[in-house]
């Protein structure tokens, strides 16, 4: 028995171009070629070429399959249209978030769920339980799929070179089958980055061929290889949550401000319904805490965890803490009382190590592109 990272089919590509590996949920994964900053600006105003293929993809086939996940799920999937793609949640009875979710419909009958590394073997356990009793049979498609993304403003150019697929009629959370240099492809241009882009899902078998040809055809665009490093924060700017820090199951959408995503209007129950509308309820008379950003008056970079204060006492909590570049300035995503969490109140700072360093209060996100 071992308890060895796993490798993606991208593996021995990463090691060649010097990446910095990482243990990351499992999977050995690439955290920077070089520069993190120069591979988080270059997806700003160029392109990068991730590797994502730790991400966990489970399949629900059947004729009552949008039923099934309406059940598990707290997004209304079932009115999902053939080709789109649904940010959700899966909550446990208690209303608590057990992972955010992308959902791809793929047929009449064929959905995609798309978990997050850490969570993909809860996310499979759950969905498999919730959907007994529903004509739909649930499948671990992990193996069957390597996943590649291409971000950033130049990414629809360099991905035009090698498909003829109609990626100008592709919206925003569609996606498509294609050929992407030959090999077949599923295109969705989802991402998880702020900027434009796609997220494509190949075979494993296939992944260096893909690669490869991506990297040719961003070459003159400035494309490059980029790391979980820059990932973050890019998606930290973003305003995006992460599980683990923004969404855990002591938090439920409404906590995270994103209650959005659950849909009471559908019909029949699903998990943590109840508990659910309680949270809501909770939230619209009297939020105990809100999601906001912080920009640091300083240089000193605030970290997961530390304490958020005014007035010499504690309001809050940093979930997402980084430098960020684009800014210039250390920012971060935090929970505070709902008294402090006006953007602009003032005397809000970030304890670290100590010393009570000033920070600005404003609104997610912190970085928007210009469509």
């Known amino acids: 028995m071992t308890d060895a990272p796993r490798l993606t089919a991208l593996d021995a590509l990463h090691r060649a171009l010097g990446a910095t590996m990482t243990d990351f949920a499992g999977w050995d994964m690439p955290l920077r070629y070089g520069s993190e900053r120069d591979e988080h600006n270059a997806v700003r105003t160029r392109a990068g070429l991730f590797d994502l293929s730790h991400m966990g993809e489970i399949t629900l086939t059947g004729p009552q399959a949008g039923q099934a996940l309406d059940h598990a799920l707290v997004g209304h999937l079932s009115a999902l249209a053939v080709g789109r793609a649904r940010y959700t949640m899966i909550c446990d009875a208690e209303g608590g978030i057990l992972d955010d979710l992308i959902v791809y419909r793929l047929g009449d009958e064929e959905y995609m769920v798309v978990a997050n590394a850490s969570n993909a073997q809860v996310v499979l356990d759950a969905l498999t339980e919730r959907a007994a009793g529903f004509d739909t049979v649930v499948r671990d498609d992990r193996d069957a799929y390597a996943l590649i993304a291409v971000q950033g403003p130049e990414s629809p150019g360099i991905l035009k070179k090698v498909t003829d697929a109609d990626l100008d009629g592709l919206k925003y959370y569609a996606g498509l089958p294609g050929t992407v240099a030959g090999v077949s492809v ?20 296939d992944a260096e061929r893909l690669w490869q040809a991506l990297t040719e055809a961003g070459a003159d665009a400035g494309l490059v290889p980029c790391g979980l490093s820059c990932r973050d924060t890019l998606r930290l700017e973003a305003g995006m949550p992460l599980y683990g820090h923004e969404l855990t199951t002591a938090t439920t959408p409404f906590d995270a401000g994103l209650g959005r995503v659950v849909k009471f209007d559908k019909e029949g129950d699903f998990v943590g319904r109840a508990a659910l509308e309680a949270a809501a309820e909770r939230a619209a008379a009297n939020p105990p805490r809100k999601l906001v950003g912080l920009i640091a008056a300083g240089r000193r970079v605030p970290r997961a965890g530390y304490p958020v204060v005014a007035g010499g006492e504690v309001v809050g909590e940093v979930t997402s803490g980084a430098p960020s570049p684009t800014l210039g300035k250390p920012i971060a995503i935090a929970y505070v009382d709902a008294a402090h969490a006006a953007p602009g109140t003032e005397g809000v700072g970030v304890d670290i190590r100590g010393a009570h360093e000033p920070y600005e209060v404003v609104a997610l996100p912190f970085y928007k592109r210009q469509r």
């Not at 702020?194 to 494509?200: A, P, T, V």
């Open 186 to 205: 599923l295109i969705a241009r989802t991402g998880y980055t702020g900027e434009d882009g796609f997220e494509l899902f190949v075979a494993p078998a």
